[in-house]
C-alpha cells in the first residue's frame, strides 16, 4: 500500500485503483484480497463473513429474550415459551448448518466464477449491489414458496420440516434453525438469482447474503413494532405473516413477500385472523 510502490509490481486484480486514495470499503476489501486467494475469499472468509453477521444480526434477540425488556416485550406477538428446547439446541443445530456451507461453496465457486464474478478492486457502485440484491430476493421469494409448501406436505414435514417447527413461537436467532436437508433444500434459492443475472464482484455476493440474513432474521423476530419494516415496506411479509406460520404450522409460506400466498389463496386464514383482531381493537 506504500505510495513508493512502483505500478509494475502490483498484481493484476488491482487495476487501475490508486492504492493511495482509497476509500474504507476499497482498504478492507484489499486487506482481504492482499491475504487470501479467489477461492479462499468464496469459501472460508465468505462463511467467516456469513456466520459472524448471523451471530450479530441474532445477539439482540438472545439478549431480549434472556432479559425481556418491558418497552420491548409489551410488542411480542406470542408470550408462551418453548418447554423442549434450550438454546444450546439451536446454538449447535446453526454451527452444524453454517459448517454445511463449506462444501455449498466450494461447489458454488466455479459457479460464480462462470456468471462473471470479480475479485479485483473494482467494486461496483453500492446501487448496482443492492438493485440486483432485490431481484435476487423476488426470485428466492418464489423458489422458497414452492418448497415450503411443499415441506408442510405430511412425508416433508415428518422428515425434513418439523425441526423448524418446533420453534412455535418464533425469535430472531431461530431463523437457521432447521434440519440439514432443509437447511441446504432452501439454500439452493439464494444461489438461483445470482445464476440468472450474474454477480460482477464478491462484495455483491456479499452484500446479498446481508440483505438475505436480515430479512430471514426479521421475520422470525416474534415481534411486531410500530417501526417494523412490513409497515413501510408494501408486500413486505414482515414478522406479523411469518409468526402467523409458525404458530398455526399452514398457510403463509413465502419468505419475504406477501404476494405468492395471496394469489395462491394460502394467506386466507391470516387474512380472517387479521379482520378478527381489527375488530376487537375497534370493540
Ligand atoms: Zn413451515
Ligand atoms: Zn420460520
Known amino acids: 500500500m506504500s505510495s513508493t510502490t512502483p505500478s509494475s509490481t502490483l498484481p493484476d486484480w488491482v487495476g487501475n485503483v490508486d492504492l493511495n486514495q482509497m476509500d474504507t470499503l476499497h482498504q478492507f476489501y484489499y486487506l482481504i484480497r492482499s491475504n487470501f486467494s479467489e477461492l479462499e475469499i468464496t469459501t472460508y472468509v465468505s462463511l467467516a463473513y456469513i456466520f459472524v453477521l448471523y451471530g450479530i444480526l441474532s445477539l439482540p434477540w438472545f439478549l431480549i429474550k434472556k432479559f425481556k425488556p418491558s418497552f420491548l416485550y409489551k410488542y411480542k406477538l406470542q408470550l408462551k415459551e418453548e418447554e423442549r428446547l434450550t438454546d444450546w439446541n439451536c446454538v449447535f443445530q446453526l454451527v452444524l448448518n453454517h459448517l454445511l456451507l463449506l462444501p455449498l461453496l466450494y461447489t458454488g465457486y466455479p459457479v460464480l466464477k462462470w456468471v462473471g464474478v470479480s475479485y479485483d478492486m473494482n467494486i461496483p457502485p453500492w446501487w448496482d449491489m443492492v438493485g440486483r440484491s432485490l431481484i435476487f430476493l423476488v426470485i428466492e421469494d418464489a423458489y422458497f414458496y414452492w418448497i415450503h409448501r411443499w415441506l408442510h406436505t405430511e412425508w416433508a414435514y415428518k422428515h425434513i420440516h418439523k425441526m423448524h417447527h418446533e420453534y412455535q413461537t418464533p425469535i430472531g436467532y431461530c431463523s ?20 440468472l443475472f450474474g454477480i460482477p464482484h464478491i462484495i455483491g455476493w456479499w452484500v446479498w447474503m446481508t440483505i438475505r440474513q436480515i430479512e430471514a432474521i426479521d421475520t422470525h423476530t416474534g415481534f411486531y413494532f410500530p417501526w417494523c419494516m412490513s409497515n413501510l415496506i408494501p408486500f413486505y411479509s414482515g414478522p406479523l405473516h411469518h409468526d402467523f ?34 375488530k376487537k381493537a375497534q370493540e
Open 245 to 278: 406460520h409458525h404458530k398455526t404450522y399452514n398457510g403463509n409460506y413465502a419468505s419475504t413477500f406477501t404476494w405468492w400466498d395471496y394469489l395462491c389463496g394460502t394467506d386466507k386464514n391470516y387474512r380472517e385472523w387479521l379482520q378478527k383482531q381489527k
Open 176 to 195: 437457521s434453525y432447521a434440519s440439514c436437508t432443509e437447511f441446504v433444500l432452501l439454500g439452493v434459492g439464494s444461489f438461483i438469482g445470482p445464476f
